[in-house]
Nanobody
Framework: DVQLQASGGGLVRSEGSLRLSCAAP????????VAWLRQAPGKEREGVSC????????????YYADSVKGRFTISRDNAKNTVDLQMNNLTPDDTAVYYC??????????????????WGQGTLVTVSS
């Protein structure tokens, strides 16, 4: 039973851009902390970016892995019930399967390494040099 749906992956050249989207058909993402994580071949899964669940009007804190700061931007689209990841200036090191994950009502701060309850199926991002 898929709880989250990740989409937007594909093949892009180095320095290109992609926008990933995480949708939740069965619940309201605004009430959840949501993260994007990735796993490259032969490597462990790592947190890329996350956004915690607070009052959306207050602009909830966002966190980024050092490797993507300044290039990736996470955002909520509450009208569409999605959390998106805009990825710019991609490099071959960004090649991985990207997953989105969600945890209800988390507002505890740093969210890149917490345990998430709901997961999407992953979307493949391939960056060619």
């Amino acid at each position: 039973d898929v709880q989250l749906q990740a989409s937007g992956g594909g093949l892009v050249r180095s320095e290109g851009s992609l926008r990933l989207s995480c949708a939740a058909p069965r619940f309201k993402l605004a009430n959840y902390a949501v993260a994007w994580l990735r796993q490259a071949p032969g490597k462990e899964r790592e947190g890329v970016s996350c956004i915690i669940s607070e009052d959306p009007s207050a602009g909830p804190p966002k966190y980024y892995a050092d490797s993507v700061k300044g290039r990736f931007t996470i955002s909520r689209d509450n009208a569409k019930n999605t959390v998106d990841l805009q990825m710019n200036n991609l490099t071959p090191d960004d090649t991985a399967v990207y997953y989105c994950a969600a945890l209800r009502s988390y507002s505890g701060g740093y969210c890149l390494t917490i345990t998430y309850d709901y997961w999407g199926q992953g979307t493949l991002v391939t960056v060619s040099s």
